[in-house]
């Protein structure tokens, strides 16, 4: 029988380049809190009720990349602040070393372009984790 993978009990976003760890158990406990308290029942309630879909949903809680805003919808959905769930990574913070490590991926800002335009250019160091 195959096993299944560990979830992550923690993960590492980042913000303006700004690297944050995200309890996971937390936000795992706050879902159940939830379902007890009778606000939500599954995590396609939380989708419901934030007007994501539901992959995306599971994506946040197994730590996979999703975008900031995404996060902060699910965090008001559980009740929870960004500053409940996260704190800045110093140096060795990271209690997983390299193992559950995500990284919230934005668009850089728009730069304009000689001629008027603006593009998206992403910033090489916002797409790596740690």
Known sequence: MARMAARPKFVTVWYRGIPYMLDLVRCRRALVDRQVDG???SMESVADAVGISRSTVSRFFSGR???LAVALKILEALRLTFSD??????GDDDPDGASGVG???RPAPRQPKPGGSTSRAADPAELSAG
Request: charged share 15%; no cysteine; aromatic share 0%.
């Open 39 to 41: 606000d939500l029942d």
């Open 65 to 67: 990349p999703t975008s």
């Open 103 to 105: 990284v919230v991926l």
């Open 85 to 90: 769930v996260a704190s800045p990574v110093n």
